[in-house]
């Protein structure tokens, strides 16, 4: 088990109906069970497969179950697998220091598509999010699960990335042991390379920048 | 093997609220399980029915919550223990029966799982199932974590059995869709055989029959029941679901049940230094209050608040019981729903708490982040963050159906108007569905209401009426409904959105469907035969057959009198037989879409919305998402340009 760990580490995924963001938190929920954590999830996902938003919180404790919803302003990590939820998500939970970690590929409300609505371009919306989050990422997970032929994967891809900040003890045994429960037999080894492309974008990511920004330090 | 059926004691697993129940109950030795679908309870029965085999179990999706309550008192009498399930508005329709058992009581341990939704996050109410367990007095369960879900299950058999009458166990969405972490108990090997044993004497309630209640008697069974419950009152007195935490002399007390325990353990954590003088009275046992118990805590506190989700329903009881303590005990000041210090409408969360807490201590949380921070965050969201209205599906039959209807209603021009009803096709209320639906109930309603409304001919009303439902929900309520407006003659035109199977849910099974929750083959009941044998004029059509269906519709629309059946009947397209698998491969042939130049209006992106299509604003065409688009074709009938093209898919 991981000392000194803030308890709880509250992490939150977020994204829109269809994306995998319930299949996500489930897997994140089992690695760090498997690590021995105390895990309570909490889910919004009644009307998820309608295009709505979707949120998990998970808190991630030595020994207690916590509440199913995290106060706002006090995330810890927010993975997004869809750029808008992200911001909406930062906005009610986020704060300077919190980890955040975004795929860039929009999925655009009906609203956007009627026209009434505006979703601006991903790089107003990144710039915005460094401006809040200076250590803020944004990985092109979707594309990468589209060149693995499964768009789909595009939630594993950005487990892959979380698990590459080392914020969280989320090792590769690990996710291969949870991906196994809930993916089937034929497509664990998709898993695992989706998981490993997260890792990797992460790491490229990283090599771009300036300073290190991970581990970051936060606040207790 | 499936968790729930892992027989290792004391393992730690990660499980949702509903497994925790699911699980309680096979440790509980179940034998039958029954239910109607309904967020947030469906997975209880989900995941009961894919171990039927395995776990040598019976479980059954209902034709609706009343039929079920029956079904799992059946296996009651037959001394098997029973689990029924349904969400909050199912109680209501379980309403009637439940309040005869509860007189005539029952045998096998049964228990009652209602799930809740506070703050409706996937109903059309928060209705709050506690009450019930008032007026037909019985026992209330309201587990508090995910440990206490699974146990508090398998004791509710127990107690359903000492007390002989069934017990209500009251789950909620944050409970019943989050995850928590369980450690497992044993699970008990053999069966039970069923028997129902009737010859005894009239009250005897071992071998006599059961029967509710004997006209003009209450004497015998009504205080029967009521023994039982004062029984249930003394036991909840020492219940380990019930207890304390914090200082031995509060300056605050919360009282607090279900979920809403964990929101506030979080909120006095969350006031720091002020929090250590708040005390925590978590309550597992609601109905009937242990009043002793309740006595004890409460004298150590001169100040007391509620938390609970959704109504003051535990509030309101202690106060009746604190009306007579007073004597002696000086008064206290209470705090909660009644007082304005908390809402009694939508959900509960520990910033809500911790803010009442503060209100009442009389001291300011410390902001837990910069406040420049949530305002800059907030302008940021509101820009780039548009709100996300829920749509149909992609390829959804409902959007091609309404689409149709629509368009039929505005042909015919004397402002008709659609009676909803409950399941996907309710967002039909919205743009996604163009705005049809007018009114929206409960299950069954659609029907019943334009039954009524198609009555008004002598009144002047003019409009053509329609009502939509769905096929499970035409099997669950609608059907009494249709006999009545047959009988009595209403006009209308019924649409019967048959998407295969209880879509809204998950794709429960359905009476319509040649297979049941066990995945047996089932014989299906054939919504045509049933309204076809009633006597009303039927017609089936491909929703995704645009012109087909208006034509019928408008056919209908035109005959001024009686009623008529409409089934569009074309699979959901998250159904297991349909997904992944595209009929169509589309595309937008860029020199033909006319876009905002000559007057479609764009109708494909604008008003058909199919979240498959998207307005490329560079070029002004529309466009198909790939990784989006289902492929069912339907936008290309209703580009008037011609340019959506669809060839089929390999
Ligand atoms: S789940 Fe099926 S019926 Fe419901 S909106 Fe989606 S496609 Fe339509
Ligand atoms: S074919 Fe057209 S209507 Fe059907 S899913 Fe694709 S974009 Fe939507």
Redesign the pocket.
């Known amino acids: 088990m991981k000392p000194g760990l803030k308890n709880p580490f509250n992490l939150i995924v977020t994204g829109v109906g269809g994306q995998g963001n319930v299949l996500a938190s489930r897997i994140l929920g089992n690695m760090l069970a498997l690590g021995g954590f105390q895990i309570t999830i909490g889910e919004t996902f009644g009307a998820s497969?309608?295009g709505g938003s979707v949120m998990s919180h998970i808190r991630i404790s030595p020994g207690s179950t916590w509440s199913p919803q995290i106060p706002k302003g006090c995330a810890d990590a927010i993975v997004a697998l869809e750029p808008a939820e992200g911001v909406r998500v930062l906005s009610d939970y986020g704060h300077d220091k919190v980890c955040f970690i975004s795929n860039t590929r929009p999925v655009y409300p009906a609203g956007v598509i009627a026209g009434g609505a505006v979703y601006p371009p991903i790089e107003e919306i990144r710039s915005g999010v460094l401006s809040l989050v200076p250590d803020a990422l944004f990985i092109d997970a979707t594309e990468e699960a589209i060149k693995l032929g499964r768009p789909i994967l595009g939630n594993i891809v950005m487990i892959g990335a979380l698990a590459a900040t080392r914020l969280l003890p989320l090792d590769r045994k690990k996710f291969r042991v949870a991906a196994d429960k809930f993916a089937g037999s034929d497509s664990l080894d998709y898993n695992l390379k989706a998981f490993d492309a997260g890792r990797r974008l992460f790491q490229t990511a990283m090599s771009r920048r300036s300073r290190p920004a991970y581990p970051v330090t936060r606040r207790s | 093997m499936s968790l729930l059926l892992k027989n290792k004691e004391g393992d730690k697993r990660l499980l949702m609220g509903n497994e925790a129940i699911a699980r309680g109950a096979i440790e509980a030795g179940l034998a039958v399980a029954t239910g109607y679908p309904g967020t947030p309870s469906s997975e209880i029965i989900e995941n009961l029915s894919r171990i039927s085999r395995q776990a040598g179990i019976y479980v059954e999706w209902s034709v609706n919550e009343k039929v079920a309550a029956e079904a799992a008192a059946a296996a009651s009498f037959a001394g098997l223990r029973s689990l029924c399930v349904m969400k909050q508005n199912g109680v209501n329709v379980a309403s009637d029966f439940l309040l005869h058992l509860a007189e005539s009581g029952t045998r096998g341990g049964m228990v009652l799982v209602p799930c809740d939704d506070p703050g409706a996050l996937s109903s059309v109410n928060e209705g709050d199932a506690r009450f019930f367990a008032r007026m037909l007095e019985v026992p209330l369960l309201e587990p508090g974590d995910f440990q206490e879900a699974k146990d508090m299950t398998r004791w509710a058999f127990a107690l359903s059995e000492e007390i002989r009458n069934f017990v209500v166990l009251r789950s909620v969405t944050r409970l019943s869709h989050a995850s928590g972490m369980v450690s497992l108990g044993k699970i008990p090997r053999g069966r039970t055989q069923a028997q129902f044993r009737h010859a005894g004497a009239l009250l005897d309630p071992e071998s006599g029959p059961m029967i509710s209640c004997l006209p003009g008697a209450p004497q015998f069974t009504h205080r029967r029941q009521q023994d039982k419950i004062r029984t249930a009152r003394e036991i909840f007195e020492t219940s380990p679901f019930n207890y304390y935490e914090g200082p031995r002399r509060p300056e605050v007390l919360i009282v607090a049940s279900s979920i809403c325990s964990l929101y506030s353990r979080e909120a006095i954590a969350m006031l720091g230094k002020a929090g250590k003088k708040c005390g925590l009275l978590k309550m597992g046992t609601t109905w009937p209050l242990p009043e002793k118990f309740l006595q004890k805590h409460l004298s150590s506190a001169e100040k007391i608040v509620f938390v609970e989700e959704v109504l003051p329903f535990l509030e309101e009881n202690v106060l009746m019981l604190a009306g007579r303590w007073t004597r002696g005990k000086g008064p206290k000041s209470y705090y909660g729903k009644n007082s304005g210090t908390l809402p009694s409408y939508g959900e509960m969360n520990p910033d809500l708490i911790a803010e009442a807490l503060g209100k009442v201590l009389a001291v300011r949380r410390r902001p837990v982040r910069p406040e420049s921070f949530a305002a800059k965050a907030g302008a940021f969201a509101d820009n780039a963050a548009p709100r996300r209205e829920l749509t149909?599906?992609p390829?959804?039959?409902?959007r091609a159906s309404f689409w149709s209807i629509h368009s039929a209603l505005k042909l015919d021009g004397r402002e008709g108007f659609v009676c909803g009803d409950i399941g996907?096709y309710t967002l039909a209320a919205f743009p996604t569905g163009f705005n049809s639906l007018r009114t929206v109930h409960s299950m069954g309603s659609g029907a019943g209401l334009a039954g009524g409304f198609g009555r008004l001919r002598a009144f002047g009303l003019r409009q053509p009426i329609l009502a939509v439902c769905g096929d499970s929900t035409f099997f669950h309520a609608a059907v009494p409904a249709l006999i009545n407006a047959v009988h009595h003659q209403a006009d209308l035109t019924m649409v019967i959105l048959d998407?295969r199977g209880t879509?809204?849910t998950g794709f429960q099974p359905h009476p319509g469907l040649p297979v049941n929750a066990m995945q047996e083959s089932a014989p299906p009941v054939e919504i045509e035969n049933i309204c076809r044998g009633i006597g009303v004029e039927t017609e089936i059509r491909d929703p995704f057959d645009l012109k087909g269906t208006r034509d019928a519709l408008l056919s209908f629309l035109e005959k001024k009198e009686g009623a008529r059946v409409l089934i569009l009947r074309q699979a959901?397209?998250?159904s297991p037989e349909k997904k992944k698998k595209n009929s169509f491969k589309v595309r937008v042939d860029e020199n033909a879409c006319r876009g905002e130049r000559c007057g479609c209006n764009r109708l494909c992106t604008r008003i058909f919305r199919c979240p498959g299509l998207y307005w490329d604003n560079r070029k002004q065409v529309a466009r198909i998402d790939d990784v989006v688009c289902a492929g069912c074709g339907v936008c290309a009938s209703i580009c008037p340009a011609g340019a959506i093209l669809k060839e089929d898919a390999v």
């Open positions: 497969q309608r | 149909f599906c390829g959804c039959p409902h996907c998407n879509a809204m959901c397209s998250l």
